[in-house]
C-alpha cells in the first residue's frame, strides 16, 4: 500500500487585470500554482500541478510532505489591521 502524504494547498479569489474573478490555488511546500473560474477547478488544476511537478522531482515529496494534514487557521484583521477575532 503506498504511503500517504500531504500538501498544503490555498485557494483564494483575486482578480484579473480585466476585473474578472479567478480562484488562485498555491501549494507552498512544493511552491507552485494553479487557478481557475472556480474554486473546483482550481482544486483541479492544482493537484495535476502538483502530480506533473512531482512526477519530474519525485523527491520533494519525501522532503517535505507530512504523513498528517496541515492545520490551517485565519484571523479577521480590521482595516487598521488590529486583530478582530480568531476564526477556527
Not at 483575486?14 to 494553479?34: D, M, N, Q, R, Y
Not at 482544486?43 to 512531482?54: G, P, R, V
Not at 512526477?55 to 517535505?64: F, H, I, Q, R, V
Amino acid at each position: 500500500m503506498a504511503k500517504k502524504h500531504y500538501v498544503d494547498v490555498v485557494i483564494v479569489q483575486e482578480k484579473l487585470s480585466t476585473g474578472k474573478p479567478v480562484f488562485v490555488a498555491h501549494c507552498s511546500t512544493i511552491g507552485i500554482a494553479s487557478q481557475g473560474k472556480t474554486i473546483e477547478e482550481a482544486k483541479n488544476n492544482i493537484k495535476e500541478a502538483i502530480d506533473l511537478y512531482l512526477e519530474e522531482c519525485p523527491d520533494k515529496l519525501d522532503e517535505t510532505a507530512s504523513e498528517t494534514p496541515p492545520t490551517f487557521s485565519f484571523v479577521e484583521v480590521t482595516h487598521n489591521a488590529k486583530i478582530a477575532c480568531s476564526v477556527r
